[in-house]
């Protein structure tokens, strides 16, 4: 008789293994844009003259950042709830809190970073924003409530944002069996990703000249810090082990090098960097027509580079071992 003793992961027990898929990537992608948006939002409010109570007078980033920041982190939240298999026993993060989990760390940030952003939402609505509320009375209630307080909550929130733009990449560098995901550049180059990609919502959204041209010039200088710790992530683990060497092979030989080079660089950064470089020059702050369409278009594949980034890292990362890469 013969003897066949199967361990670890191979081909044969786990043919394909999907262990986190696109869920997880949207919440990354999504928990890295609030984290910009916070990060960002904080400092152009802090940054402006005292509000007012017209939307007109205001940069749309001091209250369109804290609006969006609660309501896109909830839906990242529901995405990982959707990952879940046991949905009910969720609820089992907040009765413990264990100092060395950074899933315990992620569970309990987000769901501080949810209310105290939604706060700072509140004291940042322009008036006419309110009149629209005024069915709900506790908000207009809030808002006198928090009024006083909104540097305070613009400076605490700008802080975990910072928070969250790491937690995104720590999130999956804690896991050591993942050599591709196991670098501590991964924490920085997730939330360098998510200010570049809450700066391009900016910019899209954004009303006034003065202000799309400030958040272009940002996203340019953050699309040039991407390429440097991209290439120092890659070049870490090039001088590192053999399991972290392999890791990254998929990504110039082994089949996914073109969607992710294509996609990432030349469409990601490359792109929309040659699209708006120009206005880094602008000494004024005048956009015209054909201007602002190059913006836009280039604030739209920062937004595509950042999404694909987040499920190449989730989807490549589980390919890599300590042993050897699992072949498909």
């Known amino acids: 008789m013969k003897e066949i003793s199967i361990i670890g992961i191979n081909e044969i027990t786990y043919p394909h293994l999907d262990i986190w898929n696109w869920t997880i990537a949207l919440y990354l992608y999504l928990g890295g844009m609030v984290a910009g948006l916070m990060i960002l939002g904080a400092i152009s409010q802090l940054r402006s003259s005292p509000i007012t109570e017209k939307a007109t007078d205001r940069p749309v980033s001091c209250y369109m950042a804290p609006i969006l920041s609660p309501i896109l982190l909830s839906i990242g939240m529901l995405f990982i709830f959707l990952d879940l298999t046991r949905k009910l026993n969720s609820f089992w993060f907040y009765l413990n809190f264990n100092i060395m989990s950074p899933m315990s760390w992620g569970a309990w940030g987000v769901g501080i970073i949810i209310p105290v952003s939604a706060l700072w939402a509140i004291s940042s609505l322009p008036g006419s924003y309110l009149d629209k509320l005024k069915r709900w009375k506790f908000i207009p209630y809030l808002y006198n409530k928090l009024v006083p307080y909104r540097d305070k909550l613009a400076r605490l929130n700008c802080g975990l944002g910072i928070f969250l733009g790491i937690y995104t990449g720590v999130l999956l560098s804690s896991f050591v069996a993942r050599p591709l995901w196991n670098s501590a550049i991964l924490p920085i180059l997730f939330l360098n990703s998510g200010l570049s990609t809450g700066a391009a919502l900016l ?50 030989t082994k ?48 937004l595509i580079g950042g999404l694909v980034t987040r499920l190449a890292f989730v989807y490549v990362g589980q390919l890599s071992s300590l042993s050897d890469i699992v072949k498909r």
């Not at 040659?274 to 920062?302: M, N, P, Q, W, Y």
């Open 203 to 252: 910019i899209i959204i954004a009303k006034d000249r003065m202000e799309k041209v400030f958040f272009t010039k940002a996203d340019i200088a953050l699309i040039a810090t991407e390429i440097v710790i991209i290439i120092l992530f890659y070049y870490a683990h090039l001088t590192s082990t053999s399991p972290h060497v392999e890791s990254i092979a998929p990504f110039f």
């Open 255 to 302: 089949g996914y090098y073109f969607p992710f080079w294509i996609t990432v660089f030349l469409l990601g950064i490359f792109l929309p960097m040659a699209l708006v470089l120009d206005v880094a020059r602008v000494k004024g702050f005048s956009v015209l027509g054909l201007e602002k369409l190059r913006i836009h278009l280039s604030a739209c594949l920062v």
